[in-house]
């Protein structure tokens, strides 16, 4: 079955960075078209980022675009998401998914707080 591991989350102050990672496995993972999700205390979760297949196209929510940059090994059935510039707005769990199949996995929590 489908499954997705999230990592790298933390505390980090303000300006500072993380990385994060999805691990894939349970399906091709060359596939799909990948995208990070997050969710923060009491509003929706929202779409952060998205790639194609290849990597080749990426996009981003304008909140965090100039800021975070999204990226993908296919030969290591892995998504990364490169959070730079990081502000206390950022604090969410965050969530890898496929594009548009609404499956997820255990989050990883980043704060981001002076």
């Known amino acids: 079955q489908v499954q997705l591991v999230e990592s790298g989350g933390g505390s980090v102050q303000p300006g500072g960075s993380l990385r994060l990672s999805c691990a894939a496995s349970?399906?091709?993972?060359?596939?799909?078209?990948m995208s990070w999700y997050r969710q923060a205390p009491g509003k929706e979760r929202e779409l952060v980022a998205h790639?194609?297949?290849?990597?080749?196209?990426?996009n981003y929510a304008d909140s965090v675009k100039g800021r975070f940059t999204i990226s993908r090994d296919n030969a290591k059935n892995t998504v990364y998401l490169q959070m730079n510039s990081l502000k206390p707005e950022d604090t969410a769990i965050y969530y890898c998914?496929?594009?548009?199949?609404?499956?997820w996995g255990q989050g990883t929590q980043v704060t981001v707080s002076s």
């Open positions: 790639i194609t297949t290849t990597g080749g196209s990426t």
């Open positions: 349970g399906f091709t993972f060359s596939s799909y078209a």
């Open positions: 998914s496929r594009l548009g199949y609404g499956d």
